[in-house]
């Protein structure tokens, strides 16, 4: 028996301060919940908060409750450190996950056994045991980083989900649970994706609480660990606190407490908006998972049992039943099949006996030996397995993963899949002036050619630092971290004044052809061309002192200095070949137009630089 919990952060507030004060309570319930938890296991404990950008970071130790959130030594592997790193975030946590354990499979001092699971980038707790954990393994032909039977249920979400790559979804979910045997209730988010966590039970409990003014879903195994959650965050909102910001105190209708149904998975999308009217079942999707027609078993079915005692047992009360009829059972010699609810002969039973390890074909019944292939029984009887559908199998390919579990503390940044999004056709824009023809702006031939005409002299980005130039951000790897809309508004805005530029400047060029407003001899049309290849002299100046400081930054941060006042050739000569794997446009002649030669004798490295521009280009 173990404890799980888990808080999702449903939306958005509208004023940082709404959201400070959440963070502030989701730290709060978090580490009281995992203390109420205790009870349910004492022999390790774990967290992992997901914040909106895609970073994570978890925590775990081979200590129970209590002794591990009363860590304060300020470091990373205490607990108040931990909240420090969380408070310093720039972004919002959205998802946590907490674990108490009470080992059975796997040896708590190990902390790879300990939960939350980490496989490359999927992370998640399980409470429960698995009969069939050693089989996946087998099956999978994976790596196993440790012991615990838990690991196994997320080496399968990250074969079928390709590392989080793929989002969830319900059939993936239903061909895990498919390869389960055995009792399970799980959380488990992907650090590729900040809006979706999924949970699926069978046969153990998961209880869930709303909080609407907060916007938090809490979930926990117990109902009784929620209810005094609130008990002592309403003790603390009304007696303890100090200041302006405190937690608002919760009313009875502010809350909604209700049990997630059993053989069921269920998939939350904290993009969805939680107001006063709001309900649980609004925050996720749900399908019931398999309990029939399970693959990946390790018996066959309950009549090939080496259970001696089994037998014994079965055979004395089919020797009574026998007796009191005053007729021979028609029982004797079989065993139960709880699959198709009937007996099954077992003649073979004990013949199997000696059988170390046997395969089971479900289609025909035929026995072989793992080991040695060799066929052990041809005549069992095919009625004894239900049938599975019909290329269950193929549904999902599995690959190998060699990725080891961490087990110690991480603050990894995980990159965000993008997935396109499907934009419906837009209406089209009628533009009616009173006295003028109707014109349709999307549909004019001209237009449309004369912005095919500008786009192919526009300047093509040739590199990813161009890109990361253009948008304004100090590092390549945020472009990837960035919420769609965030980075759609970026592009936006580069572009719209570009596009706004161009424009007014084309408006001006037609205007002065028509009109001669200048009474010298050099023309408006000479002073507008003029000023656009300033422009891009200037545009073409910034984008050398930037490529320049890039080297810089990339000379300083990977290479190191040597000394002083020299830096390694090697150093200088790595860095310039990487930029120019990427940009063919750093040459010396444009170097030169934005450099002086004094500054060429002031900075060395700088005339190292273009020394290798040359050598590189040929110039």
């Given amino acids: 028996m173990c404890g799980i919990l888990g808080v999702l952060a449903f939306g958005d507030f509208p004023e940082k301060k709404q959201e400070k004060l959440r963070q502030e309570a989701m730290i709060f319930l978090s580490s009281e919940l995992l203390q109420l938890t205790q009870s349910r296991g004492k022999d390790a404990t774990g967290i992992a908060t997901m914040f909106s950008n895609c970073d994570y970071m978890g925590l775990k130790m081979g200590i129970p409750p209590t002794d591990f959130v009363a860590r304060f030594g300020g470091t990373e592997k205490d607990f108040d450190g931990y909240i420090n790193i969380w408070r310093k975030k720039a972004v919002p946590a959205k ?40 089989r996946i393994f087998e099956l999978l032909k994976c790596d196993r980083s440790g012991t615990v039977d838990s690991e196994a249920i997320f080496r399968l979400l990250h074969c079928f989900t390709n590392n989080g790559k793929e989002p969830f979804a319900p059939e993936l979910i239903q061909e895990v649970c498919r390869r389960l045997h055995g009792t399970y209730a799980c959380l488990t988010f992907t650090g590729n994706n900040p809006y979706q966590m999924v949970g699926f039970r069978d046969s153990r409990p998961l ?12 979930m926990a195994s117990e109902k009784d660990f929620l209810k005094h959650v609130i008990f002592r965050y309403n003790k603390m909102a009304n007696l303890y606190q100090l200041g302006t910001t405190k937690f608002p105190p919760l009313k009875k209708a502010d809350v909604e407490l209700s049990s997630l149904p059993d053989d069921h998975l269920y998939i939350f999308d904290i993009r969805k908006e939680v107001e006063s009217m709001s309900k649980i079942e609004d925050l996720f999707i749900k399908e019931r998972i398999p309990r029939d027609n399970k693959i ?11 259970e001696t005692n089994y037998l014994n047992k079965l055979t004395k009360k089919a020797e009574n039943l026998a007796k009191n009829t005053k007729k021979k059972s028609s029982r004797l010699g079989m065993a139960w099949n709880k699959e198709i609810k009937g007996y099954q002969d077992i003649a073979k039973l004990e013949e199997s006996k ?27 009887p095919t009625s004894a397995v239900s049938p599975l559908p019909n290329n269950t199998d193929q549904k999902f390919s599995l690959f190998r993963t060699y990725v080891d579990i961490d087990s110690t503390p991480t603050t990894t940044r995980a990159k965000i899949i993008e997935y396109p999004i499907p934009i419906k056709n837009l209406p089209v824009v009628v533009d009616t002036i009173p006295g003028k023809t109707e014109v349709i702006l999307e549909t004019n031939p001209e237009a449309l050619k004369k ?16 890109v990361q ?19 759609g508004n970026k592009i936006r805005k580069f572009f719209y004044k570009r596009g706004w530029y161009n424009g007014y400047m ?3 060029h037609e205007t002065a052809e028509t009109e001669n407003i200048y009474k010298n001899e050099l023309t408006s049309k000479k002073l507008l061309i003029r000023a656009n290849n300033k422009r891009k002299l200037a545009e073409n100046n910034i984008r050398i002192m930037k490529n320049i400081i890039y080297i810089f930054s990339h000379i300083a941060t990977e290479y190191g200095i040597t000394s002083s006042d020299v830096v390694s050739e090697v150093g200088i000569k790595k860095a310039v070949d990487t930029v120019l794997t990427n940009n063919n446009e750093l040459t010396m002649d444009l170097i030169k137009n934005v450099f002086k030669p004094g500054d060429f004798r002031k900075i060395p490295i700088l005339g190292k630089i273009a020394s290798l521009t040359t050598d590189k280009h040929g110039d």
């Fill in 95 to 134: 998802m946590i996950l907490g674990h108490c354990r009470k080992s059975s499979v796997g040896n708590p001092e190990d902390n790879t056994n300990n939960h939350p699971i980490k496989v490359d980038d999927i992370i998640g707790i399980h409470n429960g045991t698995l009969t069939n954990h050693n």
């Fill in 207 to 218: 209880e869930a609480l709303l909080i609407k003014p907060l916007k938090l879903l809490l």
């Fill in 296 to 306: 990946w078993d390790t018996k066959y079915n309950s009549q090939y049992t080496t």
């Fill in 354 to 380: 000696s059988y170390s390890n046997v395969e089971i074909n479900l289609k025909n019944g035929q026995v072989v030996d793992a080991e040695t292939k060799k066929v052990l029984i041809t005549d069992a």
């Fill in 451 to 466: 912005a095919e005409i500008a786009l192919q002299k526009e300047k093509q980005f040739k590199s990813d630092q161009e």
């Fill in 469 to 487: 130039f253009t948008l304004d951000v100090d590092k390549i790897e945020q472009l990837t971290c960035l919420r769609p809309y965030i980075l």
């Fill in 506 to 508: 084309f408006h001006l």
